[in-house]
């Protein structure tokens, strides 16, 4: 098992964007296939193949890549590369205030537009379900961004948090693909 972490450490270090968005595109793509088949019950002919392609393609081409830009400015930018206690809740706070709410509003029209919906479809869902989608964001991530910020090392926090996204990208997946 070490020499597995040893072999992630190297590649991580080699290619940090690369990895971190396909780590992000598979835990993504995941968390909806738990959505579809442990949720929703759907057996493998009602299975949509092409709903996990569009959750694996986000991870990858704007989950990943925009999460590990977003740690590195956060770490940057609002904390300094500090550690402590004031420097985390910052980082918390920057975090929730700004990225949550955007990439949550960002992550449901890029759905819709995947999925080939008339923008009225994708606003309807917007009002009925973003804010639903926001606070239950906020009962969960601030918690998990405080372990994250303060406990990982800046290389692992994107990993870190797609481990937690699994159950968070199964709701996801859940809650954007109800009927309008």
Avoid at 8 to 19: A, D, F, G, N, S
Avoid at 28 to 48: P, S
Avoid at 89 to 95: E, G, I, M, N, P
Avoid at 141 to 160: H, K, R
Wanted: proline share 4%.
């Amino acid at each position: 098992m070490s020499s597995i972490i040893k072999a992630y450490q190297r590649i991580l270090m080699k290619h940090p964007t690369k990895i971190q968005a396909l780590q992000t595109g598979v835990l993504m793509g995941l968390g909806d296939t738990v959505a579809q088949t442990l949720i929703e019950k759907k057996k493998y002919k009602e299975y949509d193949f092409m709903r996990t392609a569009r959750f694996f393609g986000i991870g990858v081409f704007i989950a990943g890549p925009g999460l590990k830009s977003w740690y590195g400015f956060l770490d940057k930018h609002i904390a300094k590369r500090k550690t402590g206690t004031t420097a985390v809740l910052k980082k918390v706070f920057v975090d929730q205030a700004v990225f949550a709410p955007n990439f949550l509003a960002c992550f449901v029209v890029l759905l819709g537009a995947l999925e080939m919906k008339p923008w009225t479809s994708i606003r309807e869902k917007l009002e009925r379900d973003y804010l639903d989608i926001l606070i239950t964001n906020y009962k969960v991530w601030p918690a998990v961004q405080i372990v994250n910020f303060y406990f990982m090392p800046l290389q692992y926090q994107v990993l870190f948090v797609q481990l937690v996204a699994l159950f968070w990208n199964t709701y996801l997946s859940w809650k954007t693909n109800m009927p309008v």
